[in-house]
Every structure is written in structure tokens, then in C-alpha cells.
Nanobody, 116 residues
Framework: QVQLVESGGGLVQAGGSLKLSCRAS????????MGWYRQAPGKQRELVAA???????NYADSVKGRFTISRDNAKNTVYLQMNSLKPEDTARYYC??????????WGQGTQVTVSS
């Protein structure tokens, strides 16, 4: 089993910054991709950013140039630096870990609220 614990969410004014962290623990074999997704009320969960073990990165168009994903493989932790936050970034942010072979795990999420 894999456990994912997110932290770093909170309330911030538009234009501000937050840094999310997600630490994985448990049976950490064959880890491939770690990433961040978000879900706003009434909307589907969507990809924000993801990074593979070899540091291949994918961003949603809506966050390119504002968010930066990084990963510390030694600490089994993935980070999301969020700058120039907008009210439309308000959502619950979830960490996802994918293993080689397509199994995956979700964290409980951390709330990010951006006030205008």
C-alpha cells in the first residue's frame, strides 16, 4: 500500500503564492509518475502538473508559466510551487502517484482558496 500526505494549502489573495508538498510512504516500488490534480465544486478533477521519474513534465495550459512542479526522489516527495494565483485556481488539490503497470494512488487533498 501507498500513503500520500499533502500539505501547504490555504487561503491567499490573488497574485500570491503557495507551495504544496506531497510525501509518499509505504511500499514504494516501481514508482513512475507523481502529479497534482485539482477539483473545483461542480467540476471534474483535472490534471494540473505531473512529473515522471526521469523528470519529464506536463502542465495544464491554464497553469503554464505560473506553476512549477518538482520532485525529490530521495524523499519520495513532489512539490507544486504556485505563483500569480488567480481566483479560478481555487480548488481542492490532490496528489497522485502512478506505478509502472498502471496502478495508482490518491492523497486526501488540500484546499487552495484564492480570494479576489
Amino acid at each position: 500500500q501507498v500513503q500520500l500526505v499533502e500539505s501547504g494549502g490555504g487561503l491567499v489573495q490573488a497574485g500570491g503564492s503557495l507551495k504544496l508538498s506531497c510525501r509518499a510512504s509505504g511500499t514504494l516500488l516501481l514508482i513512475d509518475t507523481m502529479g497534482w490534480y485539482r477539483q473545483a465544486p461542480g467540476k471534474q478533477r483535472e490534471l494540473v502538473a505531473a512529473i515522471t521519474t526521469r523528470s519529464r513534465i506536463n502542465y495544464a495550459d491554464s497553469v503554464k508559466g505560473r506553476f512549477t512542479i518538482s520532485r525529490d526522489n530521495a524523499k519520495n516527495t513532489v512539490y507544486l510551487q504556485m505563483n500569480s494565483l488567480k481566483p479560478e485556481d481555487t480548488a481542492r488539490y490532490y496528489c497522485k502517484l502512478e506505478r509502472v503497470g498502471s496502478s495508482y494512488y490518491w492523497g486526501q487533498g488540500t484546499q487552495v482558496t484564492v480570494s479576489s
